[in-house]
């Protein structure tokens, strides 16, 4: 089978990817290692950037993400009592839209179906050869059949657990990893959100976010320890954990109800480099990780897609290499930047086990000076809502 572009991962970025070069009449092919269901069953977070939104537009898959998303013209930082709002539209004339990964995944496929785009489901043992030669092949098993094809690029789209970013060899591959000392302990639960805006809470308890799906679905995380299983929370016992760590007038408007997921997550900041090796290319979590403060996940991996998309379709309309070729550089520009964001929000809100009495006052001196400094709350808008690509 010949293609132009091997997408290997069916996740946000390798389907995101694949919808906008279809539109521009290049085909590609998907290949995911689990089945759809699989996919669409993961709980991610839900803010999404104007970077992202107008790339789902121009993938044309952005109808129902206006039709159901929740424009969110800013955010409220709680520590203690105290509770402020950093005005995102204010600040950078931008909002941000609230709408569940899941539902941007679901979309996605929806119009790579409509599209008649191949996605091949549950392939085992995808192996890249001769990325750094002009012939690259990408071989599979699915059904027990071993499968070969030759495109011209390969996107290494498949997630921090992959096999693209192996492919790139050790010598020429840097790595650059922070474990977090805590993980999020994670609640979905079919009850009206308790705010219409995120509330991201300091507490000497840990840190807490009340955000939401819809208006009756709503989705709350404390900080946990490590050693942490969902098992060892029953739902009262988050509730009570949760309200012990929000404002009190915030507790007491809390509705709580029967959790329908309960999952923890570690947090981590990963970067790898250089996105590049001859004809792969890095996408979304096969290149970088950040913590969840912030949601920059799903976002980030869409800066990504829009430099790899721009570069692609700069080579078949023009046969330039110069986007391919800065891609890397261009990407990790911006990845960087998203990892100190997501770092500096993270450190902003949790309890570190080693953290000190001094580094506590400067913690709260730091939250105090964004409650009460307009260009701090401008500093934080803009890096939220998005930075430009
Ligand atoms: N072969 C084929 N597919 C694979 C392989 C493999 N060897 N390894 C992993 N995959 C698939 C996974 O099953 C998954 O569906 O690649 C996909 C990667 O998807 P994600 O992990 O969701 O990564 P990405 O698409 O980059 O999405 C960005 O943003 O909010 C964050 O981490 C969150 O998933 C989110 C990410
Ligand atoms: C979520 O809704 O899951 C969410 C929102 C904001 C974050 C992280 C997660 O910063």
């Known amino acids: 089978m010949k293609t132009q ?188 959100p308790v705010n219409h805006e995120l509330i991201y809470a300091n507490s000497p308890r840990g840190f807490a976010l009340c955000s939401m799906r819809n208006e009756n679905l709503s989705r709350y995380y404390i900080q946990c320890s490590l050693s942490d299983s969902p098992s060892d929370w029953t739902d009262a016992a988050f509730w009570q954990e949760l309200k012990r760590r929000l404002p009190s007038t915030v507790a007491q408007a809390l509705v709580t109800g029967p959790s329908i997921e309960k999952s923890i997550a570690p947090l981590r900041s990963f970067v790898t480099e250089p996105m590049r090796w001859g004809r792969l290319f890095l996408c979304g979590d096969a290149a970088h990780i950040v913590p969840p403060t912030g949601a920059k996940g799903l976002n980030t991996a869409a800066s990504d897609v829009h430099y790899l998309y721009t570069a692609l379709r700069q080579f078949y309309e023009t046969g330039s290499e110069a986007g391919l070729d800065s891609y890397s550089a261009d990407a990790l520009a911006r990845v960087w930047k998203v990892s100190r964001f997501s770092w500096w929000f993270s450190s902003l809100l949790h309890r570190y086990p080693d953290q000190s009495e001094f580094d506590h006052k400067v913690q709260l001196a730091e939250l105090e000076f964004l409650r009460t400094n307009d260009a701090a709350q401008a500093a934080m808008a803009e890096n939220y809502v998005g930075l430009p690509y």
Request: aromatic share 8%; net charge negative.
């Open 5 to 192: 572009v091997c997408i290997i991962g069916g996740g946000p970025s390798g389907l995101l990817l694949a919808q906008l070069l279809h539109r521009r009449g290049i085909a590609s092919v998907v290949l995911e290692r689990k089945t759809k269901d699989y996919v669409l069953g993961r709980i991610r977070a839900g803010v999404l950037e104007q970077g992202l939104v107008r790339l789902m537009e121009e993938a044309g898959c952005a109808d129902r993400l206006h039709r159901e998303g929740f424009v969110h013209d800013g955010t409220l930082v709680a520590y203690g009592d105290e509770m402020f709002r950093v005005d995102f539209s204010r600040h950078t004339g931008t909002p941000v839209i609230v709408y569940g990964q899941t539902e941007v995944t679901r979309d996605l496929y929806a119009a790579r179906e409509a599209s008649g785009g191949v996605i091949e489901y549950e392939v085992e043992d995808v192996e890249i050869l001769g990325a750094d030669t002009d012939a690259p092949q990408v071989s599979y098993t699915v059904g027990g059949e071993r499968r070969r094809i030759f495109p011209q690029f390969i996107a290494g789209c498949d997630g921090f657990h992959g096999v693209s970013r192996q492919a790139i060899p050790l010598s020429v591959r840097r790595e650059y990893e922070k474990i977090y000392p805590f993980g999020w302990l994670g609640v979905l639960s079919e009850t009206p």
